[in-house]
């Protein structure tokens, strides 16, 4: 198919330089390469500019009310398991208002393509801090900076036993389509961070990694069953090492020809290594005050985690099926006979 | 209303109330023996009246546990006050006898508050009146008799109940727990003995209740077949009582249902009928969760039930179900209702099919979880920001908890909005005969489609002659399209902030709502039982109800020789609804709440002067005070 099948009829309206744009372009293109006919698939949201999305995809789709995407998405899949689902959201929509059915729907595993755009900032409110915003950032509402410790939306998936985390970025068009034809081939509840400029309110936030001249060294792309290599020159690998005081483990850089250097593993069911992986560089992320020449590792881009395990929707159906297997009680007749009853 | 026992052993009703401590089993004896005298023909209405808390220490007044039940004919309610008082500890007689005001030090029997009346039957177990049974009962003396005043019209039966349950035992194999625990069957035996209720049935019943666990059928029987036995030697003390009751219900067949059961059937026959799939989206509250437990226990009918994380993701899930085309439904009490409300303007703005199911309990905030009150209804109607009309129907007896259920997604699927039912926690514990219909004679059930030659062209604004928009749902070729809880244009379905259209729209939705009276029917009075000069009410006077409050009202309407209106479908009213009304002199309107029905119609039909009678205790009302009210209002 093509991504124009993909494209609705209306005007799209984030702002002009938005990273919003892109991952629109980047949705229509992987739609089209997934293949699966407009009808068959329902695009979810909330409230947000990310949850404007469902507009701008000649799929079915409903935008709905603030941080509720998660739970209404979770009623369509279950409801209808042979529909492609996919959820669009922010990190104020997802992790704030509706915190609660984001780690719900990842604990259950619903099979939902879930986008989570992350760009630190309320825009559609005009400029608040958001629970991604790192901590000391100065917002309208936090104007002698903010004193909360921010999420790490990768952490937060892990801790509700995520089965898919993958994590992208606006400017970066090839590895945003990979992430989500890898996120709607993944059976579960895939979560793509999306990171995002907001060029009003919080210009520049993923500076670090989108400005072209820094990305390659500030940024790996992990794929699965390839060495973790990054750098301009191809020339850094990462490795995990063990404290032998703490037993803690950590990445640290290797140079590329190092035997140490790690072959990523997606589907590896221990998130440990995972986790690690997200982690790394969220110390900038963290705080605003953070040294950024402290941490010389990466952010890590792509599929960082892609694991199976059974899906609500399907455990549920099929638990029905089977009850309905063993039972001779079909109709609401059938069911009524099934009662003590006497006659007037 | 009621007899005197001693002297006219052959009533039309009588009232039961079995006591006890929350571990007596008092629940199941007074389902047992509802159970059996339904088999019986006669109509029951029963009331459980359970404490809140899930296990208060054994013997004192906050664990004691209560179930009454009415059965004869012409049974509206579970009674005011109980002909028949089976009392297994000192604190359920204590209870019995103070009720409301058992925590009062110096209280003693008071015609007001006693939950029996003065020629009342009262059967105690004389073996837990031990001193210590006392003291956990917080008595001051050692005779809680007199202690309590209780006035000597009234008949006390002794009985030894612990003892005779086990000698009843002495041949079976059983430790003392298991046997004190069989009591509650020799007080049921004692109870079917006193009302000429054959064993033989009430044994196939225990057999039927004990299927699961076959080695007590044996025991139980045993010990409830002595206390029938036991009855004969107690002849010469009381009499038995003949119940000559003939219901006054269509010929068919029944069973005895509990509100919240009958809600979730009501859904899965409308579901059926309709060819959709049953959704239902629910967060556990009390007293709602028995219609989120039968759903999950019935997906042998393709129900799909879901326990969602919170209450707003209970009506949000269900939205998801009707966004892609299920019958969707969420259950839920007031608190849950509060929760909800944004999402319900969702489902108004979206002009999505949803059901809402509000089992009303005491408030605000948590309020009173366990007791019965009609105070959600303005939340209903109007708890939602915005112009948010959604239709408001109410049940109004335990068995008509399905029809209204039924109802409920009748109207949605037809109609394409929200439709909150209406019952409460006296409707949906408490039990009532019900006639089985067959899924045959239920009403039709069209849910709104949408035409083929829209194909390619269909946007969400689209609708019918009716005002109804066309229902599209993900799955369909050629009709994708992007809903919304944005205003969207009134022509093209899209997002439009434009001031006239937002108004247009504002009114397209009320109509919408408006134009559901066609559909409804028309509000019937319940005349009084005579017309003549000696009842001057008659004709004039009109008790006006909702929903759950009309088993009361009826049975005080007949005391009081005037009519009833009593309303199922409150917005939109029914549309002879000014018509009836305006007829009558006087209007009262009863409530469980401090008149919210009252300050509606009002508002609906403000030319009528309303009077209104309210009662905000957390109880069903009681039919005497109605009338007493009444009668003090018309001399």
């Known amino acids: ?344 | 209303m009621h007899q005197i026992l001693k002297i006219i052993p052959v009533v039309k009703q009588i009232v039961v109330r079995f006591c006890g401590d929350s571990g007596d089993g008092m629940q199941l004896t007074g389902n047992l023996f509802s159970s059996l005298s339904a088999i019986l023909g006669h109509e029951i209405s029963t009331l459980p009246d359970f404490p809140a808390e899930i296990r208060a220490p054994q013997g004192t007044l906050g664990g004691v546990s209560g179930f009454q039940v009415e059965l004869g004919s012409e049974v509206y309610t579970p009674g005011d006050k109980a002909d028949v008082i089976v009392a297994m500890n000192a604190a359920a007689l204590k209870v019995c006898t103070l009720g409301s005001h058992f925590n009062h030090p110096q209280a003693h029997y008071d015609d007001q508050f006693a939950l029996y009346h003065r020629h009342a039957i009262v059967i105690v177990d004389t073996d837990s009146l031990s001193d210590k049974d006392l003291e956990k009962a917080q008595y001051h003396t050692d005779n809680p008799f007199m202690e309590l005043e209780i006035p000597e019209s009234v008949q006390i039966v002794p009985v030894a109940l612990t003892t005779l349950t086990k000698e009843a035992l002495k041949d079976f194999d059983m430790d003392n727990k298991s046997m004190l625990k069989s009591r509650n069957m020799f007080a049921l035996g004692l109870v079917c003995w006193l009302f000429d209720e054959p064993m033989d049935e009430a044994i196939h019943l225990l057999e039927d209740k004990f299927k699961k666990k076959p080695t007590l059928i044996a025991p139980n029987t045993k010990v409830m077949v002595d206390g029938y036995n036991y009855g004969q030697n107690l002849a010469l003390s009381i009499h038995q009582i003949h119940i000559d009751g003939q219901p006054n219900e269509a010929h068919g067949t029944y069973t005895s249902i509990a509100g919240n059961k009958a809600t979730a059937w009501g859904l899965i026959a409308a579901a059926e009928k309709a060819g959709k799939r049953l959704f239902l989206g629910s967060y556990p509250i009390t007293p709602a969760t028995d219609i989120l437990h039968e759903l999950a226990g019935r997906k042998d009918m393709n129900v799909m039930a879901v326990q969602a994380e919170d209450e707003i993701a209970g009506v949000c899930t269900a939205i998801g179900a009707a966004f892609a085309g299920d019958l969707a439904c969420t259950s839920t009490s007031g608190p849950g209702l509060s929760l909800k409300s944004e999402a319900i303007g969702l489902a108004v703005m979206a002009e999505l099919p949803l059901v809402v199911i509000d089992v009303q309990r005491g408030g605000p905030s948590t309020g009173l979880p366990t007791k019965t009150e009609q105070t959600d209804l303005l939340q209903a109607l109007y708890g939602r920001n915005g112009e948010c009309p959604a239709v408001v129907i109410a049940a109004s007896s335990s068995a008509n908890c399905f029809d209204y259920a039924y109802e409920a997604c009748r109207l949605a699927l037809e109609n394409m909005t929200p439709v909150i039912l209406l019952t409460d926690t006296y409707l949906a514990n408490g039990t009532a005969l019900w006639r089985i219909p067959q899924l045959a004679e239920l009403p039709a059930i069209h849910p709104q489609s949408v035409p083929e030659e829209l194909k390619g062209k269909y946007n969400p604004a689209l609708r019918d002659e009716r005002g109804v928009r066309y229902w599209a749902f993900p799955g369909m070729a050629g009709y994708e399209h992007r809903n919304i809880g944005l205003e969207r244009d009134a022509q093209r379905g899209t997002i439009s902030t434009n001031p006239e259209n937002h108004e247009q729209m504002v009114r397209a939705r009320q109509a919408k709502i408006a134009q559901i009276a066609n559909q409804i029917p028309e509000l019937k009075v319940i005349k009084s039982p005579e017309t003549n000069e000696n009842s001057p009410m008659s004709n004039t006077t009109l008790l006006v109800g909702w929903g759950s409050t009309e088993g009361h009202l009826h049975a005080a309407a007949n005391e009081l020789n005037c009519d009833l209106a009593q309303f199922n479908y409150i917005n939109p009213l029914p549309r002879n609804t000014r018509e009836v009304l305006s007829k009558y002199k006087r209007i009262v309107v009863c409530e469980l709440n401090t008149g919210q029905f009252a300050a509606y119609l009002r508002s609906q039909l403000p030319e009528l002067r309303i009077e209104q009678y309210n009662e905000i205790q957390g109880q069903p009302f009681a039919v005497e005070r109605i009338v007493k009210f009444v009668k003090s209002i018309v001399d």
């Open chain 1, 1 to 344: 198919m093509e991504a124009s099948q993909f494209k609705s009829d209306q005007y799209v309206r984030f702002c002009p330089g938005c990273g919003d744009h892109a991952i629109c372009m980047a949705l229509q293109k992987a739609m089209a390469q997934i293949g699966i006919p407009t009808h068959q698939v329902a695009v979810i949201s909330g409230i947000g500019c990310s949850s404007r999305m469902p507009h701008y995809l000649n799929t079915y789709g409903f935008n709905t009310i603030h941080g509720r995407g998660g739970a209404i998405a979770t009623g369509v899949k279950t409801s209808h398991p042979e529909l492609t689902v996919w959820q669009m959201s922010g990190d104020g929509d997802c992790l704030a208002i509706g915190g609660n059915h984001f780690i719900h729907e990842i604990r259950r595993n619903v099979d939902l393509n879930v986008c989570m755009f992350n760009n630190r900032i309320y825009g559609l409110t005009k400029g608040q801090y958001s629970p991604t915003s790192p901590k000391g950032f100065i917002s309208k509402s936090s104007p002698f900076g903010t004193v909360e410790r921010p999420f790490i939306p990768a952490e937060l998936v892990l801790g509700a036993r995520g089965t898919f985390f993958a994590r992208t970025l606006d400017v970066d068009m090839p590895t945003t389509v990979d992430c989500f034809v890898a996120a709607q081939q993944h059976k579960g509840c895939s979560i793509v961070e999306c990171l995002v400029n907001c060029v009003i309110f919080n210009n520049g936030t993923h500076a670090w990694i989108a400005d072209r001249d820094q990305r390659a060294e500030h940024s790996i792309v992990l794929k699965h069953g390839e060495k973790m290599i990054f750098g301009a020159d191809k020339d850094k690998g990462l490795a995990v090492v063990i404290d032998q005081q703490t037993f803690v483990p950590h990445i640290i850089v290797v140079p590329a020809d190092d035997s140490r250097v790690l072959t990523h593993d997606a589907h590896q069911q221990d998130p440990t290594l995972h986790r690690l992986l997200a982690l790394m560089g969220q110390n900038k992320v963290e705080n605003v005050n953070a040294d950024e020449q402290n941490d010389n590792l990466p952010i890590a881009l792509g599929v960082i985690r892609d694991v199976e395990a059974e899906t609500y929707e399907e455990a549920v159906n099929q638990q029905i099926a089977s009850v309905r297997e063993k039972s001779k009680v079909h109709t609401f007749d059938e069911l009524t006979a099934t009662l003590d009853t006497f006659l007037l």
